[in-house]
């Protein structure tokens, strides 16, 4: 009796087990399927976005009136503006559809995770755009400082006009990684202190350095109020 009840147990419980996998089925294949559509997809449009841009010649304009080839030679990259959007629009339309199998499927956790990555990628976007803004902005501004510094026949117009790309250029990276969410406290924190070192340096090195200079500046001042 006992024997008999244990095998309806098992018996049952495997019966159990079938059912499921065979109510499961159907909603794996179909998840299936919406993922390899989803791929195909994905390939198609991020390759016609890919070609578009490159008969729009981005890379061209990037290289050439923005100036950035030299900076990803320097760092052993290839300057591939093209590429790097089809394959936005390539993995955005990829983990879209992968979100659409993870909640088909009841993968809940990783469908959390697939969303916070998908409202993710318009920071991306938008820090991408203000990088460009601010090397357009950057350029034009150094043509412009050097040139009227140089019209002035005034020294260090070159100087000038890489510091004035210099400042548009960091205060963009700055704006770029407050758009991406890094550490927002922590690059406050780093502006804060490297304002406060530059400060100190300079009074250091106007005290200890040029400590007679500053002496003799003090004493034609006085003399000039003194005579007046």
Do not use: C
């Amino acid at each position: 009796m006992n024997i008999q009840n244990w095998t309806d147990v098992i018996v049952l419980s495997l019966q159990n087990v079938w059912i499921s996998v065979v109510s499961f089925l159907p909603t794996l294949i179909v998840a299936i399927i919406i993922l390899l559509v989803g791929l195909f997809v994905a390939s198609v449009l991020g390759s016609l976005v890919e070609k578009i841009f490159d008969a729009l010649k981005l890379d061209v304009f990037l290289s050439k009136t923005l100036g950035l080839a030299s900076y990803f030679e320097r760092a052993g990259l290839n300057l591939r503006g093209a590429y790097f959007l089809g394959q936005l629009v390539n993995w955005f339309l990829i983990i879209s559809f992968l979100l659409a199998v993870t909640d088909m499927l009841g993968l809940y956790a990783f469908s959390n995770f697939l969303k916070d990555v998908l409202n993710y990628i318009p920071n991306v976007v938008a820090a991408v755009l203000i990088m460009l803004a601010t090397f357009v902005v950057a350029n034009f501004l150094r043509r412009v400082v050097s040139a009227s510094v140089a019209s002035a026949r005034l020294h260090a117009s070159k100087f000038l006009g890489t510091l004035t790309w210099w400042s548009v250029v960091v205060f963009g990276l700055l704006t770029a990684l407050v758009q991406l969410n890094v550490a927002v406290s922590v690059i406050n924190t780093l502006i804060t202190g490297f304002i406060a070192m530059l400060a100190l340096a300079g009074g250091l090195a106007f005290g200890l350095g040029g400590k007679s200079y500053a002496e003799y500046l003090i004493n034609k001042l006085r003399e000039h109020t003194e005579h007046r």
